[in-house]
């Protein structure tokens, strides 16, 4: 059983930056293949970045690429969603999650993760 806590959101300006951590209490992190989604008050939750169990392969939702990058520290646990250029529009509670089925290279399909962490939030001031 793997346990996700998130940290790292907080209130910034539009064009700032924000680094989201999400550490994993469990032995098997490199087992598992990472994502960060969010969920804007009002609307589904969608995808923003995955990352494969090695590190190499990388996708993100539209809206973030360019702007966010994830990566991940197999050795430490854990996975970081680095946001930068942040806009009004990015508001929400971020959640990371873990997916033995995200293994290989990663997904955007949140069916595909077993574990979620509880959310950061994230306010981006106009």
């Known amino acids: 059983q793997e346990q996700l806590v998130e940290s790292g959101g907080g209130l910034v300006q539009a064009g700032g930056s924000l680094r989201l951590s999400c550490a994993t209490s469990?032995?098997?992190?490199?087992?598992?293949?990472m994502g960060w989604f969010r969920q804007a008050p009002g609307k589904e939750r969608e995808f923003v970045a995955t990352?494969?169990?090695?590190?190499?392969?990388?996708h993100y939702a539209d809206s973030v690429k360019g702007r966010f990058t994830i990566s991940r520290v197999n050795a430490k646990n854990t996975v970081y969603l680095q946001m930068n250029t942040l806009k009004p529009d990015d508001t929400a509670v971020y959640y990371c999650?873990?997916?033995?089925?995200?293994?290989?290279?990663?997904?955007?399909?949140?069916?595909?993760?077993?574990?979620w962490g509880q959310g950061t939030q994230v306010t981006v001031s106009s």
């Open positions: 999650a873990a997916g033995a089925r995200a293994y290989y290279s990663g997904s955007s399909d949140p069916q595909r993760y077993d574990y």
């Open positions: 469990g032995r098997t992190f490199s087992s598992y293949g």
């Open positions: 990352i494969s169990w090695t590190g190499f392969i990388t």
